[in-house]
């Protein structure tokens, strides 16, 4: 019994320290584990099989609307970085160099790619030459590497895994089609799939993405109040083509630019399933992203028949397209509960003798810890069920804690009373003018998260120089 309350004791809790039980949710949940590589993790299994559940959802989303996917080196020479100069001087800071090839200094440093602008640019120079090249709608999975100064799992770590949508298109108008058209991929699958309620709208400049003409983003709101940036679509217009010399015949013989975009989700978004919808127990995942959706828990298991019916039950949920795991090792039921209910399994299923003798099983919901018990011939519809009424449920929450973390300032004052005290979003009127962003930044510690696409007319004047709004902006606290 002593062991079994270590499991669940081990956790801090939530309201004492949010970032202490975020690293013990990580690590209690098996999801990454410490590297002698400095500022790296190792994604294990639990962990990993969400991410490729991420790519599974994505790469489907992405291939609807007519994605191909692609493989660009992970090195980039020098000379090519310094192409486009607010790229390069966005990311010089960050970026990893390699030197020498075996024992021989290189004639030119090449960089471990932080993200392939460049590469993408240098080969589509290449690839397009006529209007019948376009649009270029590629995408690549893979891994870039910054050097972060300060890292934690999943949130910020010096190479994570992403993917770098990269597109061309023969006009403006199509270009920006396409970033929206990304951004609300973004947004459909973190509602749908991750549960997570999103703001969608357009960076500030100063926020936006180095090179960039414009940046759209999704925002969403952990359960400590902090804002998280969970995906980002980039308009280039016409200047990465114009640095790197992309362009094309047109229908009427003349050349002309291509305009580009840029999209990514990341490993990140691991980080925001944990922080939007953990608790006290430890990880709770939405069904539809649940490596395993149900966990079938024999009790009494040496008893006769128990482990029969128990492997019986769990290859009847496995057929009817439950991801099902049972577990039968020697450990106490009361263990296995604890265990399931900390790697945040949706639903498990107890079954024991006297349940099978009365022909039923009890399922326990994770988020609610509901009981239900079923007939054993009504169990795989209710299980069915069940993970779809929790799915809906852990959305209608979180929307519920964001709606109730969002607040509205119409001073200055009011706003960093809020900032100070109440973590969330806070939403306010801005000028335009950076000076006040950076104002805000440096007196209430808050950053523009975006300017949403759903306007509002709080005041008409700017919270801070109080000169005529321009707009309404999310601002908070962010990870
Ligand atoms: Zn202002």
């Given at each position: 019994?002593?062991?079994?309350?270590k499991?669940v004791?081990?956790?801090?809790?939530?309201?004492?320290?949010?970032?202490?039980?975020?690293?013990?949710?990580?690590k209690?949940?098996?999801?990454?584990?410490?590297?002698?590589?400095?500022?790296?993790?190792?994604?294990?299994?639990?962990?990993?099989?969400?991410?490729?559940?991420?790519?599974?959802?994505?790469?489907?989303?992405?291939?609807?609307t007519?994605?191909?996917n692609?493989?660009l080196?992970?090195?980039?020479?020098?000379?090519l970085?310094?192409?486009?100069?607010?790229?390069?001087?966005?990311?010089?800071?960050?970026?990893?160099?390699?030197?020498?090839?075996?024992?021989?200094?290189?004639?030119?440093?090449?960089?471990v790619?932080?993200t392939?602008?460049?590469?993408?640019?240098?080969?589509?120079?290449?690839d397009?030459?006529s209007?019948r090249?376009?649009?270029?709608?590629y995408n690549?999975?893979c891994?870039?590497?910054?050097?972060?100064?300060?890292?934690r799992?999943?949130l910020?770590?010096?190479?994570f895994l992403?993917?770098?949508?990269?597109?061309?298109?023969?006009?403006a108008?199509e270009?920006?089609?396409?970033?929206i058209?990304?951004?609300?991929v973004?947004?459909?699958f973190?509602?749908?799939v991750?549960?997570?309620?999103?703001?969608?709208?357009?960076?500030t400049?100063?926020?936006?993405?180095?090179g960039a003409?414009?940046?759209?983003?999704?925002?969403?709101?952990?359960?400590?109040?902090?804002a998280?940036?969970?995906?980002?679509?980039?308009?280039?217009g016409?200047?990465?083509a114009?640095?790197?010399?992309?362009?094309?015949?047109?229908?009427?013989?003349?050349l002309?630019?291509?305009?580009?975009?840029s999209?990514?989700?990341?490993?990140?978004?691991?980080?925001?399933?944990?922080?939007v919808h953990?608790?006290?127990?430890?990880?709770?995942?939405?069904?539809?992203?649940?490596?395993?959706?149900?966990?079938v828990?024999p009790?009494?298991?040496?008893k006769?028949?128990?482990?029969?019916?128990?492997?019986e039950?769990k290859?009847?949920?496995?057929?009817?397209?439950i991801?099902?795991?049972?577990d039968?090792s020697?450990?106490?039921?009361?263990?296995?509960f604890?265990?399931?209910e900390m790697r945040?399994?949706?639903?498990r299923?107890?079954l024991?003798?006297?349940?099978?003798e009365?022909?039923?099983?009890?399922i326990?919901?994770?988020?609610?810890?509901?009981?239900?018990?079923?007939?054993?011939e009504?169990?795989?519809?209710?299980?069915?069920?069940?993970l779809e009424?929790?799915?809906?449920?852990?959305?209608?929450?979180?929307?519920t804690?964001?709606e109730s973390?969002?607040y509205t300032?119409k001073?200055?004052?009011e706003f960093?009373?809020?900032?100070?005290?109440k973590?969330g979003?806070?939403?306010?009127?801005?000028c335009?003018?950076q000076?006040?962003?950076?104002?805000?930044?440096?007196?209430?510690?808050?950053t523009?998260?975006?300017?949403?696409?759903?306007q509002e007319e709080?005041?008409?004047?700017?919270?801070?120089?109080k000169?005529?709004?321009?707009?309404?902006?999310y601002?908070?606290?962010a990870?």
């Amino acid at each position: 019994m002593a062991k079994e309350k270590k499991l669940v004791e081990s956790i801090t809790s939530m309201e004492e320290d949010f970032a202490q039980w975020y690293t013990d949710v990580v690590k209690k949940a098996e999801l990454t584990d410490y590297t002698s590589v400095k500022g790296c993790m190792v994604i294990k299994p639990a962990g990993y099989a969400i991410w490729e559940n991420i790519q599974h959802e994505l790469d489907r989303r992405f291939k609807e609307t007519g994605v191909e996917n692609v493989y660009l080196p992970m090195l980039i020479p020098e000379s090519l970085l310094q192409k486009e100069k607010d790229h390069v001087e966005g990311f010089a800071p960050e970026v990893a160099w390699v030197t020498h090839g075996g024992l021989e200094p290189l004639q030119e440093r090449m960089c471990v790619r932080p993200t392939s602008e460049t590469l993408f640019c240098d080969f589509y120079a290449n690839d397009i030459h006529s209007y019948r090249d376009l649009p270029k709608v590629y995408n690549q999975w893979c891994s870039v590497m910054r050097w972060e100064k300060t890292t934690r799992p999943f949130l910020r770590s010096r190479e994570f895994l992403w993917q770098e949508g990269h597109t061309a298109h023969a006009t403006a108008e199509e270009a920006e089609a396409r970033t929206i058209q990304m951004l609300n991929v973004y947004a459909d699958f973190c509602e749908e799939v991750l549960a997570i309620p999103v703001v969608k709208g357009r960076k500030t400049d100063k926020e936006k993405f180095a090179g960039a003409e414009a940046t759209y983003t999704i925002e969403s709101l952990m359960h400590d109040g902090k804002a998280l940036q969970s995906g980002t679509s980039h308009n280039f217009g016409d200047g990465f083509a114009k640095a790197f010399g992309i362009q094309y015949t047109d229908k009427d013989n003349t050349l002309k630019y291509v305009h580009q975009t840029s999209w990514g989700m990341t490993t990140r978004m691991i980080g925001a399933i944990i922080m939007v919808h953990g608790d006290n127990s430890g990880l709770v995942l939405p069904p539809r992203i649940a490596p395993v959706q149900a966990m079938v828990i024999p009790i009494q298991q040496k008893k006769e028949g128990v482990l029969d019916k128990a492997a019986e039950v769990k290859e009847a949920l496995v057929k009817s397209g439950i991801r099902t795991r049972m577990d039968d090792s020697d450990k106490s039921p009361g263990w296995k509960f604890s265990e399931s209910e900390m790697r945040g399994i949706p639903v498990r299923i107890e079954l024991g003798p006297k349940d099978i003798e009365a022909g039923q099983a009890v399922i326990v919901r994770r988020d609610t810890r509901e009981k239900i018990t079923v007939s054993l011939e009504e169990l795989t519809g209710k299980v069915t069920e069940t993970l779809e009424i929790m799915q809906k449920d852990m959305l209608e929450r979180a929307r519920t804690h964001r709606e109730s973390h969002t607040y509205t300032a119409k001073t200055l004052d009011e706003f960093k009373d809020i900032a100070e005290n109440k973590p969330g979003f806070i939403k306010a009127m801005w000028c335009g003018d950076q000076a006040c962003e950076d104002a805000l930044k440096e007196e209430a510690g808050v950053t523009s998260r975006c300017i949403p696409f759903q306007q509002e007319e709080i005041t008409c004047e700017c919270i801070y120089c109080k000169k005529p709004a321009k707009a309404m902006v999310y601002w908070g606290k962010a990870y």
